[in-house]
């Protein structure tokens, strides 16, 4: 673990280059600054997972690196390049589900969505779809509308129509909040099978401790006022994880109560 008020959220891995590099990157919205000096490496394949007290700036920053603000100093490099908007292999999936989907179109219908917009001809979507709706069992409701779905069930067509952007970086802003704890852990072995399959480089933001140590290789701890990093937590559990034997083994133990006291002295 790392510490200090403006500490470098390093990457575990030296060797490989980052996916992801902010740089000094400071933001404010023509108020008082919401984020400052904020240093941080994604690599490639990383899970990384965000934790923070509200108002500290985690949905903030996820936004930054999703392209959707520019920084008012300081840079975001993404694959060797200046980020300067959205990008299409930079996919988010929102914690309100009900809201992303398109409610007029199947499960088939709103991946496809994803294939329309990378202009994938319409002879080739067939395939991309059943394997992306396999990937996260939805299989055999193609042709269900979001309506007729269970919360767990529309967040896992969210995640689906993201991958079918084939994205490298995917953005995830407190997905499973809103869900039971059962359907929840269940979506966290999902998206961990699935992350690890592709390879994609995970940034997730969550107030839940628990649900960061399980994910994540690290957690960044953001305090507030302006938020900034403050901690960097790394998770040397060995994957894949576990529901039970994770969570009971001492070292997932020791991270709760440093994550807990971080929190407690941030909130304090």
């Known amino acids: 673990m790392s510490s200090g008020t403006d500490s470098y959220a390093v990457a575990p891995s030296a060797a490989a280059s980052p996916l992801v590099s902010l740089l000094d990157v400071n933001l404010s919205l023509g108020g008082p600054p919401i984020l400052r000096n904020v240093r941080l490496d994604l690599t490639p394949g990383e899970f990384v997972c965000v934790v923070g007290p509200s108002g500290c700036g985690k949905t903030t920053l996820l936004r930054l690196i999703a392209g959707l603000f520019e920084p008012t100093d300081g840079r975001i490099m993404y694959g060797g390049k200046e980020l300067k908007g959205p990008q299409r292999d930079i996919s988010v999936v929102f914690q309100d589900y009900a809201k992303a989907l398109l409610p007029w179109r199947t499960a088939a219908g709103n991946v496809s969505l994803a294939l329309e917009a990378a202009r994938v001809p319409k002879g080739e979507r067939a395939p991309i779809i059943d394997r992306l709706l396999k ?12 309506g007729q779905m269970s919360g767990g069930m529309q967040q896992r067509l969210q995640i689906a129509r993201c991958l079918a952007q084939d ?17 929840r852990q269940g979506l966290q072995d ?31 701890g953001l305090l507030p006022h302006p938020g900034r990093v403050a901690e960097v937590f790394d998770v040397r559990l060995p994957r894949p994880r576990h529901q039970l034997e994770t969570r009971e083994s001492p070292e997932f133990l020791r991270l709760r109560r440093e994550l807990t006291r971080f929190i407690n002295a941030a909130e304090g």
Do not use: Q
Request: proline share 5%; aromatic share 8%.
């Open 135 to 146: 990937k996260t069992g939805l299989a055999e409701h193609a042709d269900k509308f979001p």
């Open 167 to 183: 994205p490298r970086l995917l953005l995830m802003d407190e997905p499973f909040g809103a869900l039971d704890a059962m359907t």
């Open 190 to 220: 999902e998206l961990l099978a699935i992350l690890a399959a592709s390879g994609a480089t995970a940034f997730f933001v969550t107030h839940d401790l628990e649900e960061a140590i399980y994910l994540a290789d690290r957690v960044i």
